[in-house]
């Protein structure tokens, strides 16, 4: 079983290229988990796998997964494969003097497990508001909250956060010794996730002011 | 197959959710793809799915893989097992007035398919050259080339572009008539990967200037 403060590792879960930047550590992991908008989520039929980006969103030690209540990739999940669950913020590029040493910093988590259908109204109430958290925090107090015809048409699997990993680079290049004399800049070009100014829907009314979560929007803390 | 304009499309890769965002174009595929840094690659062992995200690489109608050439990843895909590509760029958060109509702008590709191991070195050569022109165009002139060494020590696959599409949504939220009249703003807030300000390698001699692919860095055209 996972403790409190880290998740279970088993062979499928084990960090084997460059081990030292893996860690089970449920804060880091949380942290990753709320600062991202899309996951991949990867599931296997007939053999065949699918890799398909999702939104996401988080409760405690569970993530929402959501979609139609028609949705072939939601009835294939619920049925209790396996799933894995992939997020990925790429913080930059590592630029070195040698092409073989160039990299990414980046901080991303793979999650394995099986998602399971959230069946009470309760419960899925609770997690669309995690997916309007996620996307936007404060959203959910301002916009029109889905009604019972609505909560009908959605389905939402949760999933829990159990078994896996996160692994993580930051950090300058490291070249080779003799390299360090070569006339090459290197270093790290920093990349994040920037939100422009607000694009207003054509129909909206002109005295409607734009929320300031939305002119002060960022990722991460 | 494919033509030369469309990719394929079988059972595995139909679009079936919301299929009018689809499409097979081989234009699009690859602008998306080559506007994008990271792919989560999808594989499955054992019936185990695995979501890993990895930088590649394309030339032409082939995307490359890479990695250590002790990589057990690699040695997988190797192997010829089934694929899955896929790439995600997101492009703003969707605001509706009601949560229900909450949705992202995105553009994404998903592949099917297999990889094949890069045997002759000239060939390698170009994949490594398609990798930095990815990361950083105009950086495969400036930096030290890989050697014989660093290319024995780096394995690298091919992966054809060939069967799967593309998705993508634009424009603003599209809300149930009755809410139209609701004094809630709704738009769209535009989303990019962004480059901020170049930090040196704490090893850097003084007198080398930052090259302008690095001060003028962006993703896309």
Request: hydrophobic share 40%.
């Amino acid at each position: 079983m996972s403790d409190s403060n880290n998740l279970k590792v088993t062979k499928r879960s084990k960090v084997r290229r460059l081990p030292k930047r893996g860690s089970q550590e449920r804060e880091l992991i949380y942290n990753i988990l709320d600062e991202a908008l899309v996951a991949h989520v990867g599931f296997t039929v007939d053999n065949q796998p699918f890799v398909i980006p999702m939104a996401y969103g988080r409760e405690g030690d569970r993530l929402y997964l959501h979609g139609s209540s028609v949705s072939r990739l939601l009835k294939t999940l619920e049925q209790g494969v396996d799933v894995c669950f992939t997020v990925t913020l790429l913080d930059g590029l590592v630029i070195a003097r040698s092409l073989f040493h160039h990299s990414m910093n980046y901080r991303s988590v793979v999650l394995f497990g099986k998602a399971k259908l959230v069946e009470s109204e309760a419960e899925k109430m609770n997690a669309l508001q995690a997916f309007s958290e996620q996307m936007i925090s404060g959203r959910w107090s301002d916009a029109r909250i889905p009604n019972s015809q609505e909560l009908k048409a959605t389905k939402i699997l949760s999933f829990p956060i159990e078994e896996g990993s996160a692994k993580v680079r930051t950090g300058p290049p490291s070249d080779d010794l003799e390299d360090y004399a070569l006339p090459i800049w290197a270093g790290e070009l920093p990349l994040k996730l920037t939100a422009g100014v607000p694009v207003f829907d054509p129909k909206l009314a002109s005295n409607i002011a734009i929320p300031e979560y939305l002119t002060n929007y960022h990722r991460g803390v």
